[in-house]
Structure formats: C-alpha cells, structure tokens
C-alpha cells in the first residue's frame, strides 16, 4: 500500500465518523484524528519520552512503581498478557475488602493536555464508580483539586475524566464511555442540591444523553487504547475550553464552548491512574461482583495528540 493510498483511506474513515456520529470538529480535532500522532514516530513506543511535547510517560517496563508520586491501594506489577514488553500493571476491587487503587502523577502544567493509555478489564468484569482523570491545581497546591466531590470549583481547580458509565443498568458492562467533568459552569444536581460532575456522551459538542444510539462500549476482556484530552479556556470572559475522546485512535466525540478556569495561571498538571468503585457511595451497588480487576499499560501524558502505539 503506498503512503498516499494510506492517507486517502484515513481522510475517507475520518470524514466516515464525522458524518456517522454528528460530530461538530474543530480543525485541532480533524488534524489529530486524521494524523497519526506522536506514537507513530516512535514506533513501539521506543524514545517516546524523548519528545519535547512529553510530559510523562510509563510502559512498566522497570518493574517498579516509583515513577509515581502516589500510590493508593495494592497495584500489582504483572507479565500475565501485558498489552506490550514485559509488564503491565493490576488493579483489583473485592467486596467488603477494598475500593480499588489509584497511581497520582504531577507534572509541568500545560494549558492542552491529551492522555494516551491501554486498558483491559477483567472478562466478567461489571461496572465501576470513577475512572482516569486528569486536573488541573492551583499553584503551591497540588491537592487542590482533590476531595472536591460535590462542589463546584471556584477557579483554583478543575477536572475532567474518562469513564464507563453503567446509566442504570441500561448499559452493558463495563458501561458507555463518557467523560466526568468540574468546572466553573457546571449544573447543580437538582435533587441531591450538590455539583456532582457532570456527564458528557457523544458524540458531542453539547453534553448529550446517556444510552442513546450514538454510544461507544468498550470491550472486557481485551486491550483498548483510550485517550482523551482538555484544553483550557483563556479566561474567565472566553469560553472557549475543550475536551474529546479517542477509542483506538478514532474520535468518538468532542465538547466544546466550555469554562475551566477563571485565568491562565491554572493549568493541567495531573493524571490520576483511578480505578474506584464497590465505596459507600457507588451507585452500581446492587451489581457488585465478588471481584473484578482492569490492567494499564503503555502511559503517555503530551502536549499534543499522541495515538494508538505503532507496532
């Protein structure tokens, strides 16, 4: 296949999905749905952390843990079927024992932030309460945004993350993805009279509804590559904010018009590896299994658009 037979065939799937899901693109979006991205001039990932737009990266491949800032729980490093290398890391939730468990990285704060990882959840795995998440933390507080449920933020912090959402039980396990958002203009819940995050479904640019035709289930029991991005508005008086979703390098939607912050000072400056469900609080209650794990492998956090891995 020649270089431009392949990138004819990548305009024809990108135009495929605008038209197919209604997807209001911005120019960024098409750009970084249409190219490969940073991956693809690493190929296996190889040097990828060289790349001046790298914030972080994390393949497990060291056998150890201390690239994080904080470790909640008991993640596992594994060589049962890693999505590449070695290594990939286990995260498990048992009833009655635990809650899941979490990896917290902090990095160079930066105004657009995408995030790149592959997942695999367990082949009976059912649904789970909140998932990876990036944030941004006022500066001289890295747990700003941290124990925020419920509350609306005030400027000095927001976040977003992208999540299976069970909508009920309407949704096949592990649920629709999604993305769980804070910020400045975010809803109140009109029952519960808390700011709960609010939900965004695809295809976008509004928030949507949940379990509608236009959804996007992940597979158990299988590597997926997910990412997603946020890129900040420029003041308080511009709300120009954003953020998207990828599933194996395709958009499945983008949400735009948005207010994250009051000024520039903030900025993105975290990724909180989450997996957390089976707590007081969990709505999926009544469909707790006895146990359930999801693996990550291959990390990247960047300034622009990453991609799935070239093999």
Avoid at 4 to 16: A, I, M, P, S, Y
Avoid at 68 to 94: K, S
Avoid at 117 to 132: A, E, I, N, Q, T
């Amino acid at each position: 296949m020649t270089q431009c037979t392949t990138h004819r065939q990548v305009r024809r799937l990108v135009c495929w999905f605008t038209v197919v899901l209604g997807t209001s693109m911005s120019p960024t979006m098409r750009q970084a749905s249409a190219e490969t991205g940073l991956a693809a001039r690493y190929p296996g990932d190889q040097g990828i952390e060289q790349d001046p737009a790298v914030l972080f990266h994390e393949d497990f491949e060291r056998g150890r843990l201390d690239r994080w800032d904080n470790i909640r729980g008991h993640p596992v490093l594994t060589n049962l079927h890693p999505h590449a290398g070695r290594y990939c890391v286990r995260m498990e939730m048992q009833r009655g024992s635990n809650t899941g468990a979490d990896l917290k990285k902090w990095f160079a704060g930066a105004d657009r932030v995408f995030v790149r990882f592959y997942v695999k959840f367990s082949p009976d795995h059912r649904y789970l309460h909140h998932f990876v998440t990036l944030l941004a933390n006022e500066p001289g507080n890295r747990w700003a945004a941290f124990g925020k449920a419920g509350t609306k933020p005030d400027g000095r912090w927001f976040c977003s993350g992208m999540e299976p959402w069970f909508a009920w039980g309407r949704n096949p396990p592990p649920g629709e993805l999604m993305m769980y958002s804070y910020f400045l203009d975010m809803d109140m819940d009109p029952k519960m009279r808390r700011y709960w995050g609010n939900m965004f479904f695809p295809p976008g640019p509004d928030r949507g509804r949940p379990a509608q035709p236009t959804r996007v289930l992940p597979a158990l029991g299988r590597w997926q590559c997910w990412e997603f991005m946020i890129e900040a508005n420029r003041d308080a008086d511009h709300a120009d904010g954003r953020q998207a979703m990828w599933l194996d390098g395709r958009q499945i939607a983008e949400f735009t018009g948005l207010r994250w912050r009051l000024g520039p000072e903030l900025k993105i400056n975290c990724l909180w590896l989450q997996y957390y469900g089976m707590d007081e609080s969990d709505p999926t209650r009544e469909h707790w299994p006895d146990q359930q794990w999801v693996c990550f492998d291959d990390v990247v956090v960047a300034t622009e658009y990453i991609g799935p891995m070239r093999p």
